[in-house]
């Protein structure tokens, strides 16, 4: 399929914003989290600005375990995605709703069978956020002393995803007959078992339930290490990226495309959306006010642990927030490419803990008037190398609210963006509907 001519947005939905203080702020709420209502409001607003989709992280377990941080941050009170998005289903009709689930720590007949059901409750507006689990916290919730390792959890969700897909095709599109007179609900050669078994799984399938209105819900990656690029080539239909600059954008979109065409699939396939974490405000001048504002809303202690977090396998409990990082080594069991982009930021310009947390938690090239912002954003977009952005917006309701009434009409303007064709979640995204494996 061609590659869209126009700007996409997905939303990365929190309660209360993604800015790891956004909670804080004076014009946040920090009752979002488990409203449905204040959820179904914000959707509601993304929905009617032309937002393509919104998606919800996740971590099976609390997202993180050092009290002293945790405490002081949204992240041990949060509703799990499905579940919420079949709530908003009911209460949109267009937006995308796209779920985080992992591979490490589910069984593919019951991630199949959700994924399946909220499509046709939602009309195939369904995407699913595969993920390897970046907490090794979970482990510990499922019966294992230790997290998978880092090639054997990308092995795992290989496995988990092709037999996910297989379920998915367990019926023909045409072989639910429900044909009251001839008595006969289904066809019994329009389905099939996948009758899997190996290194990982055994499942006799079929699915009970229809091939999902998109054949398949879309499948959304973020692999950033070679093992996790190799995976989103093989399997990712819209790519989370987090690159550290416009280069690194354009590289890996070079990268991206070869491994995609390498696993012999068309690169028009495939979306790429990085992270966008904008703060609109009147002036450029407000707007750096606000960053730095949410800047000193991060207690001490959520400073050392966001970095911790994010790093992986290193107590930093007796780090001085205003030495120099220490020289640790690249390799983790956690997100590899995350903890190398941290430690090159922290050596390239030689910052501080407490520096390196801050500009960690908030960028300041996305930070300003609304015409700053979509400058950038043009920017960005004239490279070639992305689709469109997933926008995480630092506290809520303000930032989206400000994004969707005044970025967005100034990118329309610009005839960078419109909003997405009605349809399936792959129809406004200009996927293509997957084949069916299978007898007929
Ligand atoms: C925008 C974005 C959102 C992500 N959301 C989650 C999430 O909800 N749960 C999770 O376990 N990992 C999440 N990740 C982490 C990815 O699954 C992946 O582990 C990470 O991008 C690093 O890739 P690697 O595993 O190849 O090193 C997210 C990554 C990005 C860029």
Known sequence: MPRPDHLQF????????????????????????????????????????GFAALFVADVVAIWGHQLDSLHRTTRADYLEPITLLAALSQRTSRIGLVATATTSYNEPYHLARKFASLDHISGGRTGWNVVTSVVPLEAQNFGRAEHFSHEERYERAAEFVDVVKGLWDSYAEDALLRDKAAGRYFRRDGRRAIDHHGKHFDVAGPLNLARPPQGHPVLFQAGASATGRAFAARYGEVIFTSPVSTEAAVTYRRQLDAAVTAAGRDPGDVRVWPLLTPIVADTDAEAAAILADLGSLIHDDVLRRLVQDNFGDEDFSDLDLDEPLPDFGEDTNRSQSRRAGLLALARGERLTLRQLALRFSARAD???????????????????????????????????????????PILAERGLFRPPPDGTLRQRLGLPYPTRQGPR
Do not use: C
Not at 38 to 43: E, K, N, T
């Open 366 to 408: 996305t930070a300003g008037s609304a015409a700053t912002v979509a400058d950038r954003i043009a920017e960005v977009w004239a490279t070639g190398a992305v689709d469109g952005f997933n926008v995480s917006f630092p506290y809520l309701p303000e930032q989206a609210d400000r994004f969707t009434a005044e970025v967005l």
């Open 10 to 49: 997905g939303a990365l939905v929190h309660g209360s914003g993604g800015h790891i203080a956004g909670w804080r702020h004076p014009r946040a709420n920090p009752d979002g989290e488990l409203d449905i209502d204040f959820h179904v409001r914000l959707a509601r607003t993304l929905e009617d600005a």
